[in-house]
């Protein structure tokens, strides 16, 4: 009893049992749900003897290095190969240029739980009620190979735990914490886990998070908060986007805080916008409204322009969304 309904299961199990060769992808700047969703299918798909590649445009973040099989993630794709499966995204433009470009899958499969999710594949598995990617991989782990072993758990457990937000978020549903009980059970150590990925930063990450913080503003009204991220921050302090990861939560942290966002500066005039809201405003809507997604408390998009042009812009926008949300 999952969320995955049996004929779609069902056809998803007999594609993959189908294909021979697999390439599975995932979406640019992955995080944990990403990777961890990409190795935990591959190690399931790899030990039923199929050929798969696993690819991302973007390497593995450091805090994923330690995953079973993070060393196999790479950006070549082969010439072809029998079945394309599209994890945590849904559109092959997430996945970067290339894969967008790539022609070689004679088959594709779409495992996503994005609120803003498109239907692209020829199969598509999407469910916004699953806590994480992770959480579908573990429903269709359970078909495939129902003894499935410690690798493969480390993966799941790990997509679960950073996509709630280490089972905090409203995401934490009973089956996320059903799957990551039984996970355990099966070899994970949840304080390895959460060293590797919570407690293992270089010191630049600490650097780069002291002037990140600097930047701390807040809305006139309390409710609206923001940091900024610059490519001279970096510089500075030998870090890279990487390791923004999780910064975003300072500003909501704030009491009265209602959406947080992080503005980086990725190009001249070209930044990447990060939501977090704590629920009264869906950040998703908003980041849609200029060509992003993401989930309801969790989301992002691109701005060209100044920054201060851009921090005007954004903190009007969550004005005007908790104006009609309260
Ligand atoms: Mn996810």
């Known amino acids: 009893m999952g969320l995955i309904g049996p004929e779609e299961m069902a056809a998803a199990f007999d594609t993959l049992e189908k294909a021979r060769t697999v390439v599975i992808a995932t979406h640019i700047d992955p995080d944990g749900d990403a990777v961890g969703s990409a190795l935990g299918l591959a190690g399931l798909l790899s030990k039923r003897g199929k050929e798969v590649a696993v690819y991302d445009r973007d390497p593995v973040p450091y805090n ?63 469910y916004p009620e699953a806590s994480a990617t992770g959480e579908l991989i573990y429903e269709l782990a359970l078909a495939l190979d129902p003894d499935f072993g410690a690798d493969v758990a480390v993966n799941l457990y790990t997509a679960i735990l950073t996509d709630t937000g280490s089972f905090r978020y409203s995401n934490a549903s009973p089956a996320a914490f059903a799957a990551a009980g039984d996970l355990v059970r099966r070899g994970v150590n949840p304080w390895d886990v959460t060293q590797q990925v919570y407690e293992s930063h270089p010191l630049a990450r600490i650097k780069l998070l002291a002037l ?57 005039n070209e930044y990447k916008i990060s939501f977090r809201s704590r629920g009264r405003v869906n950040v998703a809507e908003l980041a849609a409204e200029y060509g992003g997604g993401g989930h309801h408390n969790a989301a992002g998009c691109r701005m060209r322009g100044t920054l201060a042009e851009i921090n005007r812009r954004v903190f009007s926008l969550i004005e005007e969304r908790l104006g009609s949300a309260s």
């Open 212 to 268: 990140v913080l600097e930047t701390l503003e807040i809305s006139p009204s309390g409710q609206a908060a923001s940091v900024t991220v610059t490519r001279e921050m970096f510089a500075a302090t030998g870090s890279n986007s990487e390791f923004t990861d999780g910064m975003i939560n300072y500003p909501r942290s704030i009491a009265g805080v209602e959406v947080a966002f992080m503005v980086r500066e990725t190009g001249d």
């Open 64 to 126: 994923y290095k330690f995953l079973p099989g993070a060393e196999t993630v790479s950006d070549r794709l082969p010439e072809s190969c029998d079945l394309l499966c599209l994890l945590d995204c849904s559109s092959r433009e997430r996945a970067g240029e290339k894969l967008a470009a790539w022609r070689g899958a004679a088959k594709s499969l779409c495992i996503d739980h994005h609120l803003t999710a498109a239907t692209e594949a020829d199969i598509n598995l999407i």
